[in-house]
């Protein structure tokens, strides 16, 4: 602000010399105060009119000058207004993302939890009800329990060769019941009864009829 000041005392200091000069061009040596003007004559408008466009020029381009710098400032303002909106708005985006996240994160947390607390809630209420409902007959044995897990599935085969043929390789069982809940012999088994050769592969099927008969009635 000071150094503007400077430059229109000077520039006005300037102004005046040159309306100084016009004067002394037109009226001769005579001394500018002492310069008999009339404002009705050609010369003196010519000299008014040149002394006004010169001073009146250099304001022009002094408020010129002003008006550029108010016009940088302001764009400057603008700009810069513009920039922390621009970054207040990302800022605040970002925020909303990460509080959004966050909750979202909660929610799922919370969903997780409760939906343990219902699973043991229903754990818990299903093991009161199977202990309430045992009784000592429909529990099962201890003994039976503690029995490894081959001898409970698998029954166990006991296979009588001489049952009904009286040949060692029939691989039937002993007893009648054991046909039903027993599986059979296993491959290996019937892979090796059929690798043996039949001692009766020589009689016809009705020799092997009679024959089975004759040991069935024995039996009797």
Do not use: N
Request: hydrophobic share 35%; proline share 7%.
């Amino acid at each position: 602000r000071k150094a503007t000041d400077i430059q229109r005392v000077f520039r006005g200091h300037a102004g005046r010399r040159q309306v100084d000069a016009l004067k002394a061009q037109v009226a001769g040596p005579v001394a500018p105060d002492r310069l008999p003007i009339d404002p009705l004559t050609e010369e003196g408008v010519t000299l008014h009119v040149a002394a006004a466009t010169t001073i009146q020029a250099q304001f022009r381009g002094h408020a010129a000058r002003e008006d550029v710098r108010q016009v940088r400032a302001a764009r400057a303002a603008a700009a810069t207004e513009i920039q922390r909106i621009a970054r207040g708005k990302l800022a605040r985006t970002e925020a909303a993302g990460r509080h959004h996240a966050l909750q979202a994160e909660l929610a799922e947390q919370a969903a997780w939890h409760a939906h343990k607390q219902e699973v043991a809630a229903l754990r818990e209420g299903r093991l009161s009800r199977l202990s309430r409902s045992a009784t000592p007959q429909s529990r099962p044995s201890t003994a039976l329990m503690d029995e490894p897990p081959s001898s409970i599935l698998e029954p166990t085969l006991d296979f009588d060769t001489t049952a009904r043929t009286g040949t060692p390789d029939s691989g039937l069982p002993r007893y009648p019941h054991q046909r039903l809940c027993s599986p059979g012999p296993s491959v290996d088994d019937t892979d090796a009864l059929a690798r043996k050769p039949d001692p009766l592969a020589h009689l016809s099927h009705y020799d092997r009829y009679k024959l089975s008969g004759a040991d069935e009635a024995v039996q009797q």
